[in-house]
């Protein structure tokens, strides 16, 4: 028998919570909404049910409050989320500390060189980006158009600053991630193989920066930093974006490397 006092432990950050102040059913619907993604924009109840580990009557008890709130939409076979979801995302982006202030950093970046920045946060096996500066002369939007977009996710093991993130962790927490979220091959340069990935994540570590040539994209390059804050934890990632045909790794190294490590020092110095 489950006492109030049991503590409830997530699988993904480790966080515990007593049983008696754990709500289920928000729960339950908070993962039912995470069951869209960019594979998946329109889902039945039959799938969500699947997805979401719930029987197919309950699932649609979820669907229809969440029909009947404005999160979903329906056309009675298919359900799919509304932009009334962007509201969590939009309340994130003008409240929260790190977004506000790199952002006139990245935007001064992209003035001064003519290429794409981002900060970058992990979240499971993907990264998010939280603030992003485009300058209007490059053209990384038609070689990747979702991949700079605020909220977007990518899979952290084929970019940038994805292994960035993953550097900073010990080793037995990056072999504990490699088994649960297996290295899918996205091109055909996509490190896949467990020991060559935990190795680059050392070599990583090691020169604190990262750069990432057609991992997650074919024609694209990226360069990335840790941003630590001032008790020196990894919080977050800053990277560049560029095109293969325009930008080479060493132009990266020599003349953007610079100003990504004397921009995170500088975020490290208010955070």
């Known amino acids: 028998m489950t006492s109030r006092n049991d503590l409830i ?7 515990t919570i007593q049983y008696d102040d754990y709500i289920a059913g928000l729960a339950k619907g908070l993962s039912l909404l995470e069951c869209f993604g960019m594979e998946r924009q329109k889902l039945s109840v039959t799938q969500i049910a699947e997805r979401a580990g719930l029987s197919r009557t309950a699932a649609r008890r979820y669907v229809r409050t969440l029909k009947f709130l404005g999160y979903l939409e329906t056309d009675e076979h298919f359900y799919w989320l509304t932009h009334k979801v962007l509201r969590f995302s939009s309340a994130y982006l003008s409240s929260a500390y790190l977004p506000k202030i790199a952002q006139p950093m990245l935007n001064l970046l992209s003035v001064q060189t003519a290429l794409s920045f981002s900060v970058v946060v992990l979240d499971e096996h993907e990264v998010v980006p939280i603030a992003r500066s485009t300058s209007q002369q490059n053209e990384i939007q038609k070689i990747s158009p979702l991949g700079i977009h605020l909220g977007n996710r990518l899979p952290a093991h084929a970019t940038s600053t994805g292994k960035v993130l993953l550097a900073s962790l010990a080793v037995a927490e990056q072999r504990k991630w490699i088994e649960k979220y297996p290295l899918k091959r996205l091109t055909p340069f996509t ?11 050392q070599n990583i570590n090691k020169h604190d920066y990262c750069i990432s040539i057609e991992e997650h994209e074919l ?3 990226a360069l990335a930093v840790p941003i630590q804050n001032i008790q020196g934890d990894t919080i977050a990632a800053l990277n560049c974006i560029a095109s293969t045909q325009r ?6 190294v ?5 100003l990504l490590k004397s921009t995170a020092h500088e975020l490290r110095g208010i955070l």
Do not use: C, S
């Open 254 to 258: 020599q003349n953007i490397l610079p």
């Open 191 to 201: 490190l896949t193989e467990p020991e060559a990935f935990l190795e680059a994540l």
């Open 9 to 15: 432990k997530h699988q993904e950050n480790d966080e």
């Open 219 to 221: 024609g694209v390059i």
């Open 247 to 252: 930008m080479t790794t060493t132009y990266l």
